[in-house]
């Protein structure tokens, strides 16, 4: 009898221990525990920290340089945004904004910036870079949300400002930044590149200058994977490019490509909409 009662107590030690331990896991001093993606202060402390030494390290140094431009967005902007790097092609490259510079009648820089949305946990850099962070879009409030913005950014007087910004639609898999002109009248656009790991392809946004550098871009998506196509084109020859969307059956065994349906840009609806019936519209 005396083991019986022995043991009830024995277990019923246990599980009052067990109990306190799991409240304490959940009531402790949590903020000893966050990091740097919990605490604006704490990660602003850490930008400035690996500024001040990728400033050391430098060597000679150019007025309006990219760790330049990185303090200005460091100094400007709300916690949590930052100047993106390109993705990195091996395990051993050395990590570079996605910045383009041009000389055109003054030094502009063309960026990717990423923002947090507010009332989130701040977003880290690791995550919305690369091929598997594409995979983000199905869950990115665990890792924060990133809002990503094509930027123009004017050098003058010793000092930057922003031109314009103008918003890429995804979340996360960002891969790189490129400038090209279209080939039927030249305009110059960005090609924003991101990787789609669920299609296996990928996804570019297109920021062309219609009205010039200076002037908020136009954007038209394209992309590539293993069931799914849309290519860029010119078919009523207007400044804007238009694009074909590419039709596939899925055989089971085969995917094949069957057809295609143009959309033209209307200015007047602010939108594509398709040659075969103006029903079919896209933003972009």
């Known amino acids: ?56 390290e430098a060597g000679p140094r150019s007025p309006g340089d990219t760790i330049a431009l990185m303090e200005y967005v460091l100094s400007s902007y709300p916690s949590g945004t930052y100047l993106v790097n390109y993705d990195l092609p091996n395990t051993y490259s050395v990590n570079r904004p996605a910045v383009i510079y041009i000389n055109q009648g003054g030094q502009y820089v063309l960026g990717v910036v990423a923002k947090s949305k507010p009332d989130e946990r701040l977003i880290e850099t690791k995550n919305i870079v690369g091929y598997d962070q594409s995979y983000i879009d199905l869950d990115s409030t665990k890792l924060g949300t990133a809002f990503f913005y094509l930027t123009l950014f004017q050098f003058n007087d010793g000092q930057f400002s922003v031109v314009w910004e103008s918003a ?19 305009t110059p656009y960005v090609r924003v590149n991101f990787y789609f790991a669920q299609g296996v392809g990928h996804i570019d946004y297109n920021y062309f200058m219609v009205d010039g550098l200076t002037q ?60 075969s019936g103006r029903r079919m519209t896209r933003p972009y």
């Open 1 to 56: 009898m005396k083991k019986i009662i022995f043991s009830i107590f024995l277990l019923i030690t246990i599980i009052v221990i067990g109990g306190c331990g799991k409240k304490d896991a959940k009531t402790g001093d949590a903020a000893g525990d966050q990091g740097a993606e919990f605490s604006p202060q704490k990660d602003m402390d850490i930008q400035r920290y690996n500024l001040e030494k990728m400033k050391k």
């Open 168 to 186: 890429i639609p995804s979340h996360g898999g960002f891969n790189n930044i490129s400038l090209n002109r279209w080939n039927y009248l030249g």
């Open 216 to 275: 908020k871009p136009h954007l038209l998506m394209t992309y590539q994977g293993i069931n799914f196509e849309r290519t860029m084109a010119n078919i009523n020859n207007d400044k804007y490019a238009d694009y074909y969307e590419h039709i596939f059956f899925d055989y089971g065994d085969r995917i094949v490509k069957r057809d295609s349906v143009g959309f033209i840009w209307s200015p007047k609806d602010s939108m594509y909409v398709s040659t």
